[in-house]
T-cell receptor, first 115, second 115 residues
Framework: AQSVTQLGSHVSVSEGALVLLRCNYS??????LFWYVQYPNQGLQLLLKYTTGATLVKGINGFEAEFKKSETSFHLTKPSAHMSDAAEYFCAVSIFSGGYQKVTFGTGTKLQVIP | DGGITQSPKYLFRKEGQNVTLSCEQN?????MYWYRQDPGQGLRLIYY???????QKGDIAEGYSVSREKKESFPLTVTSAQKNPTAFYLC??????????????FGDGTRLSIL
């Protein structure tokens, strides 16, 4: 079984400030980890993914995330927030289970950027 | 450009009516998925399909049905048995069945409401 916990359903930051969105997971097998972004009334877009190799992963739009196995965390960061970063962000865990790709999504964090 | 097309963008259902949501992809992906999104609940898996003429129930399949007659198409029917159908429905695909290290690609969703 696997689960994803995103701490904070809403996060507010000032424009230019650090963005930190938290994600913790649990999984019975080594998982693959993803962050997606969703703008209003749109689908999810992939920001970045961790599969194997380097634990610090860089994604689009200046975002990055670090996989910490000992902490079972995959927090998303961006050094300087931009107004266009206002959206909802989803962390997801993917494993191979029962012959198919099983993806579990967190409940999402809405990021508000204050000018 | 390749992608996933969902239609219609908005749909209204009357009591006792079945409605069908369309999902078409031109990415040549093997696997396709339907998710339901409710505020604060993340994404929940309704049905998935890894090959033509085969599909499996997800976590919340009751009141829904699907077909996969063509690789490109995976329509979802919301039946009258689904008593709370108001939600945002997302279709997704991934390149290869069982490849849990691959991200899912999403359409822009259909918002279903009750009249």
């Amino acid at each position: 079984a696997q689960s994803v916990t995103q701490l904070g359903s809403h996060v507010s930051v000032s424009e230019g400030a650090l963005v930190l969105l938290r994600c913790n997971y649990s999984s019975s097998v080594p998982p693959y980890l993803f962050w997606y972004v969703q703008y209003p009334n749109q689908g999810l877009q992939l920001l970045l993914k961790y599969t194997t190799g380097a634990t610090l992963v860089k994604g689009i739009n200046g975002f990055e995330a670090e996989f910490k196995k000992s902490e079972t965390s995959f927090h998303l960061t961006k050094p300087s927030a931009h107004m266009s970063d206002a959206a909802e962000y989803f962390c997801a865990v993917s494993i191979f289970s029962g012959g198919y790709q099983k993806v579990t999504f967190g409940t999402g964090t809405k990021l508000q950027v204050i000018p | 450009d390749g992608g996933i097309t969902q239609s219609p963008k908005y749909l209204f259902r009357k009591e006792g009516q079945n409605v069908t949501l369309s999902c078409e992809q031109n990415l040549n992906h093997d696997a396709m998925y339907w998710y339901r999104q409710d505020p604060g609940q993340g994404l929940r898996l309704i049905y998935y399909s890894q090959i033509v003429n085969d599909f499996q129930k997800g976590d919340i399949a009751e009141g829904y049905s699907v077909s996969r007659e063509k690789k490109e198409s995976f329509p979802l029917t919301v039946t009258s048995a689904q008593k709370n159908p108001t939600a945002f429905y997302l279709c997704a695909s991934s390149i290869r069945r069982g490849a849990s290290n691959q991200p899912q690609h999403f359409g822009d969703g259909t918002r279903l409401s009750i009249l």
